[in-house]
């Protein structure tokens, strides 16, 4: 079992900065790949980075230059935000594609993220 928890979202103004963190516990061991998704009111779910391990890093088109995924180790990764927009404005969830599984199978609660003026 692995637990992941979200921290660091809030309110910003247009153009600042959020750091969002996630931290995970119990057998992070077992984690191939740490992603983070957002969903904003009435859209789905989207990617918005994913590290693998050893592999290469994804951006979606919408992040890429203002966006960074770091994972210092096997239990955190966060994700840099800068020059945000209103339309970054939705809920944040960190997630991790577990040893055996195709798909990312560990999720977060979820932190939100606001941006507005």
């Known amino acids: 079992q692995v637990q992941l928890v979200e921290s660091g979202g809030g309110l910003v103004q247009p153009g600042g900065s959020l750091r969002l963190f996630c931290v995970a516990s119990?057998?992070?061991?077992?984690?191939?790949?740490m992603a983070w998704y957002r969903q904003a009111p009435g859209k789905e779910r989207e990617l918005v980075a994913a590290?693998?391990?050893?592999?290469?890093i994804n951006y979606a088109d919408s992040v890429k230059g203002r966006f960074t995924i770091s994972r210092p180790n096997a239990a955190t990764v966060s994700l840099q935000m800068n020059s945000l927009k209103s339309e970054d404005t939705a809920v944040y969830y960190c997630?991790?594609?577990?040893?055996?599984?195709?798909?990312?199978?560990?999720w977060g609660q979820g932190t939100q993220v606001t941006v507005f003026p």
């Open positions: 997630s991790a594609r577990l040893a055996g599984s195709p798909t990312y199978n560990c």
């Open positions: 119990g057998r992070f061991s077992s984690i191939n790949a």
């Open positions: 590290i693998p391990g050893g592999g290469t």
